[in-house]
Structures are given as C-alpha cells and as structure tokens.
C-alpha cells in the first residue's frame, strides 16, 4: 500500500474541518421556555438540568439540512478530504450461526448502553422481528437521552408507506434530555431523525444510485466510549440465523462484520468513532435524502416495537449471547484502520465508459486503495477474496473498445513472481441468491480468469452437450490443467451433501465481503465487487492493519473453502448435474445461465448487477 495509506494523517484539514463547516451553517434551535410550575413535565428539562453550550452545538452539528441548505454538495467534500489512517481496536464477527446471534446481540447490547449517540444506516431494513426490535431499542435510547439518526436506502428498504419509520420519529414524544461529558443532565433534548436515502419519491431521482452501507455507530465522539460495525448485515431476520419463534433458520445468509473502537492508549488526533460519525453525517445530509415526518401517533407500530424487542430478548440464545456481550466486546485486537468508501458513484456521469477518469475523484475510493496497494507493491503473495457475487471488470468506451480489463492486471501480477496466488470463494447455484450474478460468475468470472478463449468460448455454448456436460471439454487433461491452476482456485460454497439435493447439510447463502493478504493487510466492507458495487452503489468498509485480524480472517477463509468446491472440478460438476436434474427453480436457472449471461452481455444489463 502506498506511504499515503499508512502515514497518519491529521483531522485538522481533513474530515473535522468539513464537518466544522457543516455545523457553523446554522445556530443552535433555542429550547422551549418552561415556567417554573413546568419544570420536570415531558417538555421541560428538569430543575436539575444545565445549560451547557458544547452540546447544544454538537446535536446541531448532527441534524438534517434539507437539500441546498448547506451551499455545497456534502458528497464531493467527503470525496475531497483526505481520510487519516487511526489506530483502534477491532475484531471480527464470523459467519458461524453463533457468530450471527452474537451480531445481533451486539447491536441491540450496544444501542442499549449508548450514553450520548447512535448513528445507524443500512440498506435493507425489514419490518420483521429484528427490524422492530432494532426500533425499539433505539427508541429506548431517545427516552433515557440519547440522540439517534437512522438512515435507510428507499429502494433497499423499499415500502408505500414507511409506518415504522414514522413511529420511530415519534419517539422523540417521550425523549429524554441528553447528558454532558460530567454526566450532568443538560436542557438539551433527544431527537430520533430518520431519512430515507435518495428517496425515489422525489420528483427528480437516479434510481440506481444507491446506498449499501451498512453501519451502526455508537458514542461516536467520545473515544472511551465509541464503536463502529460494519460488514454485510443489514437489519433482517434473514441475516442473524433465527425464524420469528426463535429456532434456528439454517438458510440464513452467511455474513460478516468488523468492530472498531478508538485506542486510547494511543495519542492521535481525531478516533475511529468520530471519522465514523463525521462519514455518516455526509451520507445522512446527501442532497436528495428525504426526512421522515409524522403527523399521527402510530402507537400500534411502537407497541411492535416493545413487543418484538420483549420476544427477541426472551429467545435463550440470544439472551445468552446477550449477556456474554461485555466479555465479548472486551477481546480485541489492536490495529490501524483506515475508512474507505464510493461516494463518488452517487454521482459520477458515464460510469462504464470514463471510469477510469470517475475513479481519480474519489481518492478514499476502496477500489482505488487496492489499485495504490498492488503499485506499492505493499501487498502480499497470497490474496484471498470472499464476495457473493465477484466479477472481474472489463470497460469499454462508448465505441466499444475495452480500455480496461481486470483479467490483464491480474495476470501481469501473477507473471511477477511463481509464488503469487488468488484464492476466491463465492456462491455456487446451489447457495446463489441472485441468479443473474450468479450467471456472470460462472459464465464470466470463472471462465475469464481460468480458461483460455477457445475453451472459454466452448464452455458458454448453450447446448449442454456440446459444452458443460460434454466429456471432451471438462474430462480432458486441458481442462484439468487449467481449472487446477496453481496460481488462481475459485472456490463455490455447497456441496453434493447439501439437503437441497437430498443430504444433510444446510450450506445457506454466502454474503460476506472480505479481502485479506499474507502479510497484515485485510479489507472488510459492504462491497460486492460486482459492477453495481464498483459503478453504482456507495460502498464502505476499513481496511485494517493488524496480523491478529488476518489470522481470525484467515480461518474464517479456510471454514468457508471446507464449505465449498474447486470450480470446474468433478464434484462441481456432479453438483451442477444433480441441481439441474431436481426440476425446480434452482435446475432450471443453472440449465439457463448461457442463455442468461449472452442476454446481460448484449443488452447491457450486466452492468446492473
């Protein structure tokens, strides 16, 4: 990686600066008058309460501006400033079952003790279990005095009519006042605001720019007390393992996370926490972000709040994953951290044909970052990938000339050194939530980066038995040669013992986004690196110096890897077969995939997935 990535660099000029800016567009809302004989109701603060000025400025720094307000487009200032690399404390959060309860034990744990803030934006928020137990907890922290922002993405967490949402505004109804760093009582109120992210409700909107963060940050200006998650979980019942009744759902999705907090044993200036909140306060004052207001009560919405939160902490294993939280949180590793994000997508014009000219915008870009790090020659020799959905890009310009192809870049750096390998896991047909992605990788990632053109070329041909089940091409010796290429394994997740195929093992579905190296450089975020992570969607993630992250990543590699086969291999290919010959929704996708990807290519479509 480049000396930029890893010399510490100042909040000064950097995101503190923007966020100064961001705060001194506006002075402090004055709070209500109360009478003497008012004093202690809802409205009023207590007689108690203290004025004191370091808050009232610090909630106004946190509000929504509605679009234009602030003069200047949040998005470029978040791209213009340098992000500093910080030292913090981290661990991961694994894809096991256990791991997924311990996940969500975190976040409502978490939001539980927050003392002073809780920032939270994801891109799918259902209104199932999890969904209103995660309101209710928030909306707890607003009575007891805890400010809260929650961001959704309107397309994500698509729904007519956001009731929920409403209600979770209407907390602020019963908000207790916040606290200052003396724990004294202030005259400052709590808010619960809540926006939805770039609203396709609004007259003028970009449907495809979208935001896939995933973040839940907690006290985040305090650095004894902050924490940021981040990773591939969004707030679903079908992301943490369990049914409503709180058995266990082994279809899940197999997801992870990273947890940073601030090292105060470390003198730096700026935290992990306060760039995670200054990071979130960019996202959440985007342009085309719509508040969430509310005229009624919603009370039988809030009382779902209460109620799923009751049934969620009743469950045995979570409460038990609960309780184990202070140990938990407690087994860190010590690292340096850097945030990353694709802010520049929300806004960048001819996304395929000036990508390259798109990518030198955004200097924190994660794509960016991984290009500085091979050209330092910062990286390692082994680089293991986990994405659901990988493709290895090729733009064109508007002529349809390739003037990039990922497929090269790897191979100038596997030619560099016999000792270079990739390994990547990622979905089979048999785990796939997507089957057009899924298309792709097997008619495009796999056969790109393994085979060469002719046999690549045979491979996609639409009859079977000219191509995937022909013995000539997949039993030959080329073939074995190249699918068992030293230097390149793909592998896909699920095997023939799957009980989708009559066994009995439940493989559920890969979503976990991860890169680590050999060394003690690891990447973990939101990003897919599919085209829609790389070209329309914003993405954020840290990457993370730390070898003990490494090791804990790396295990985590070799469980899913146990979990999966070789691409193009003979048990791949049996797997294939058998799914194909069940007749049902998943065979006859896997039948179709030719027909599927040549569909994608030449429509263009591909460059939505």
Not at 338 to 348: I, Q
Request: hydrophobic residues 40%.
């Amino acid at each position: 990686m480049s000396q930029r990535k890893w010399k510490f660099l100042g909040l000064g000029l950097g995101l503190g600066l923007a966020m100064g800016v961001l705060s001194s567009c506006a002075s402090s809302p004055p709070q209500p008058p109360c009478a003497s004989d008012r004093l202690n109701q809802i409205d009023c603060p207590p007689v108690s309460a203290v004025a004191d000025p370091s808050v009232s400025e610090a909630q106004e720094s946190r509000r929504w501006h509605k679009p234009n307000e602030l003069g200047f487009d949040p998005i470029v200032l978040g791209m213009e400033n340098t992000i500093p690399v910080l030292n913090a404390r981290m661990r991961m959060i694994g894809s096991s079952y256990e791991e997924s309860l311990r996940s969500l034990a975190a976040k409502i744990w978490l939001i539980d003790h927050a003392q002073y803030t809780v920032d939270a934006a994801y891109y799918i928020f259902k209104r199932d279990l999890v969904g209103y137990a995660f309101l209710g907890a928030l909306c707890d922290a607003v009575k007891r005095g805890v400010d809260v922002r929650l961001m959704v993405d309107s397309l994500g967490s698509i729904k007519v009519l956001h009731t929920e949402l409403k209600a979770m505004k209407n907390c602020e109804a019963e908000a207790g006042f916040l606290r200052n760093e003396q724990g004294e009582v202030t005259t400052t109120r709590a808010r619960a605001q809540v926006v939805i992210f770039n609203a396709i409700s609004n007259v003028f909107v970009n449907v495809n720019r979208r935001s896939h963060d995933k973040l839940l940050v907690i006290d985040g200006a305090y650095p004894d007390k902050a924490w940021a998650m981040t990773g591939g979980r969004n707030i679903s019942l079908a992301y943490y393992g369990l049914h409503a009744d709180g058995t266990i759902d082994p279809t899940a999705y197999k997801d992870m996370e990273i947890l940073l907090r601030p090292d105060t044993t470390v003198e730096q200036e700026g935290s992990i926490g306060l760039l995670s909140e200054y990071y979130f306060s960019i996202l959440f004052s985007h342009n085309r972000n719509k508040r969430v207001t509310a005229w009624l009560a919603y009370d039988g919405e809030r009382k779902k709040f209460k109620k799923n939160l009751a049934t969620l902490r009743a469950m045995p294993d979570f409460d038990e994953a609960y309780d184990d939280m202070p140990v938990y949180l407690s087994q860190l590793h010590s690292g340096k951290a850097l945030l990353a994000h694709e802010l520049g997508n929300l806004d960048n014009k001819k996304v395929v044909q000036a990508y390259d000219e798109n990518l030198k915008r955004n200097p924190n870009s994660i794509v960016g970052i991984l290009g500085e790090i091979g050209d330092a020659g910062l990286g390692s020799n082994l680089v293991r990938i986990v994405s659901p959905y990988y493709f290895v890009p090729r733009y064109e310009r508007k002529d349809g000339t390739v003037y990039y192809d990922d497929r090269d870049e790897i191979q100038k750096w596997l030619a560099e050194d016999p000792d270079h390998r990739i390994e990547i896991v990622t979905n089979s047909v048999i785990t796939s939530d997507n089957f057009f992605a899924q298309a792709i990788i097997d008619m495009d990632t796999a056969p790109h980066l393994l085979l060469d053109d002719y046999t690549a070329r045979r491979w996609r041909l639409e009859d079977l038995e000219a191509s995937e089940q022909n013995p000539e091409l997949v039993a030959s010796a080329a073939w074995a040669k190249m699918i068992n290429n030293p230097q390149i394994k793909i592998y896909q997740t699920g095997r023939t013992d799957s009980v989708l195929l009559g066994g009995d093992v439940h493989y559920g579905k890969l979503h976990a986004k991860f890169l680590v190296g050999s060394g003690d450089l690891s990447f973990v975020g939101t990003s897919n690196f599919d085209y829609r992570s790389r070209l329309y969607n914003n993405e954020m993630g840290f990457f993370v110096q730390s070898a003990e992250l490494v090791a804990d990543l790396n295990a985590e590699f070799e469980l899913l890897k146990s979990q999966s086969y070789l691409w193009g291999s003979p048990e791949w290919l049996e797997l294939r077969r058998r799914v194909m010959e069940t007749g049902e929704t998943k065979g006859k996708w896997t039948a179709a995939q030719r027909t599927t990807f040549k569909r994608l290519y030449y429509s263009g479509l591909h460059w939505q997935f």
